[in-house]
């Protein structure tokens, strides 16, 4: 275990590493001041973190986290439920399949003019967006689940609860977390969006504020705050994921 | 008590563009602490048999009770293994074979050691913690078996539960199945397509017909179960009566030797 994290490490160290130099490369090549060199860029980070980026930062990361979990938490107890009720799925599936596919962050505006311009429409948005994505998981997941893991519960005299409970999320859970890192990378990108529309705090405003003053320093530190976000949630989930479905890493 | 009776069995199944019928009114009966083997054709019903007795499927007509109790649903001290072992592969192999003991809420402390003590039974004491992925086929099997143990099974019900394993390892299951059954003394129905292991497990061995099943012949075997069995002239001669028995129902294609 501490073997891995170890190599993990320095896989992200060298992952830098190369990022770093190719970026210098790159404000060499460009010159030009709206790609300043890491060296600068990360001298300015370090100087705005604590005054200016945190406040944001802290904000951004509220309203991420509070979609994906209001969206998770709807979404993948009924992806589940569809999954394994065949005539409850017969009537909704055909809706949710319509609507996955809408680009829903057309919604945008709509959501602006209904919950103003606070944390209300962002997560909003951010919700509606995940939710989509997570439902259309859990609900082949739970569909794929082998007949014979089912049965075999079943015959001990499990109801469907429990079933549920020692089949169904369990066999779901993998597929819902690599669900849930993809919807991560949507959901910070929406976050941005959003943000540089309305409002008057998050990374996103930050980022679009720091554009109009023409504060080159100011916009690549809060690019790179958002990144670190972004980063951050991923390692989060990958966690989360470690920790729950232990039996995944054996045997292979 | 856990003696079978099955009544003018017969199951159809209703497909998206055909009805087959599985069973057509099989009789079927099982003393207590009688161990049988049910072989036959394939495709005639034998797994269908299985899950109608372990009350997950409900036959259309006729009757099936166990233990003198019509069956209407799962019961308790019924244990099914199928082939693939209904191992649950995010549970380590104490918790699943607690987990008959979980679904029916027995307490932890005494759901763990009922499992504990089936897993030392058969031979995986050390592998409590183990998942699954991380056994082997043969061991799995045995994880199966401790799942019916722990749960105080008297009536054990198993669809080609060996059908996976290859030939040592089978034969090595087929000892531990035989001494589990010695010393438990539970009713127990056994799927099989092998000829030899029907006759070194089933004091009778039934013979179903090909689609709908019905029960063809039942053979006889006293001797199963005394030492040294399976190198004497009666076990087979008892080979050779089923391999006949079993040629005339058509059903060779699918009998492996
Ligand atoms: N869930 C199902 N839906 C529809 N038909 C089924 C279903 N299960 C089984 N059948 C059909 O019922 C018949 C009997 O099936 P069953 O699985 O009981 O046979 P079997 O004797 O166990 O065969 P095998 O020896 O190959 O395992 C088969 O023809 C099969 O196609
Ligand atoms: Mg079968």
């Known amino acids: 275990m501490s073997g891995s994290l170890g190599r993990r490490a320095l896989g992200y160290l060298a992952a830098l590493a190369i990022l770093l130099a190719a970026w210098e490369l790159a404000a060499l090549a460009i010159a030009s001041p709206a790609l300043p060199p890491p060296t600068s860029a990360l001298a300015d980070f370090a100087r705005l973190l604590v005054p200016a980026l945190l406040p944001n930062l802290l904000v951004s990361a509220y309203r991420v986290l509070a979609a994906v979990a209001i969206a998770s938490a709807v979404a993948v107890p009924l992806g589940l439920v569809l999954g394994r009720t065949p005539r409850a799925d017969a009537v909704f599936a055909p809706a949710v399949f319509l609507l996955y596919p809408v680009p829903w962050v057309v919604l945008l505006p709509v959501f602006l003019v209904l919950l103003g311009i606070g944390d209300a429409p962002k997560i909003a948005l951010i919700t509606v967006i995940v939710f989509f994505q997570l439902l259309v998981t859990s609900r082949d997941a739970a569909k794929a689940i082998p007949p014979s893991s089912v049965l075999s519960v079943r015959s001990l005299g499990a109801t469907r609860a429990q079933v549920f409970r020692h089949v169904v999320v369990p066999a779901a859970l993998p597929d819902i977390f690599t669900a849930l890192r993809i919807a991560s990378g949507t959901a910070i990108a929406v976050l941005f969006l959003s943000e540089t529309v309305a409002g008057t705090s998050g990374l996103g405003w930050y980022i679009v504020d720091a554009w109009g003053r023409v504060a080159y320093g100011d916009m690549f530190a809060g690019i790179i705050a958002l990144a670190l976000l972004g980063v951050a949630f991923y390692e989060l989930l990958e966690a989360a994921e470690l920790w729950l479905t232990p039996w995944t890493r054996v045997g292979r | ?257």
């Open chain 2, 1 to 257: 008590m856990a003696a079978v009776e099955a009544r003018d069995v017969s199951v159809t199944y209703e497909g998206v563009d055909r009805r087959v019928h599985a069973l057509g009114g099989l009789t079927l009966e099982l003393a207590d602490g009688e161990p049988i083997a049910i072989i036959g054709p394939s495709g005639c019903g034998k797994s269908t048999l299985l899950l109608a007795i372990a009350g997950l499927l409900r036959a259309d007509e006729g009757s099936i009770a166990v233990g003198g109790e019509p069956v209407t649903g799962p019961r308790l001290r019924t244990a099914l293994i199928l082939q693939d072992f209904g191992l649950l592969p995010w549970k380590t192999a104490l918790r699943n074979a607690a987990l008959g003991l979980e679904v029916r809420r027995v307490p932890p402390a005494e759901r763990r050691q009922r499992a504990a003590e089936a897993l030392s039974r058969v031979g995986l004491a050390e592998f409590a913690t183990a998942y699954p992925a991380e056994l082997s086929g043969g061991m799995r099997q045995r994880l199966a078996l401790a799942r019916a143990i722990a749960l105080e099974a008297d009536l054990l019900l198993m669809d080609e539960p060996l059908s996976a394993l290859d030939a040592l390892t089978r034969e090595d299951l087929q000892g531990l199945l035989l001494e589990l059954w010695r010393s438990r003394g539970h009713t127990q129905a056994l799927v099989t397509h092998s000829i030899e292991e029907a006759v070194f497990l089933g004091r009778r061995i039934v013979v179903l017909t090909p689609r709908p099943g019905r029960v063809s012949a039942v053979v006889e075997n006293p001797g199963m179960g005394s030492e040294g069995y399976r190198d004497t002239e009666a076990f087979y001669e008892r080979c050779a009566t089923l391999r006949r028995l079993l040629a005339a129902e058509g059903a060779f294609a699918e009998v492996p030797r």
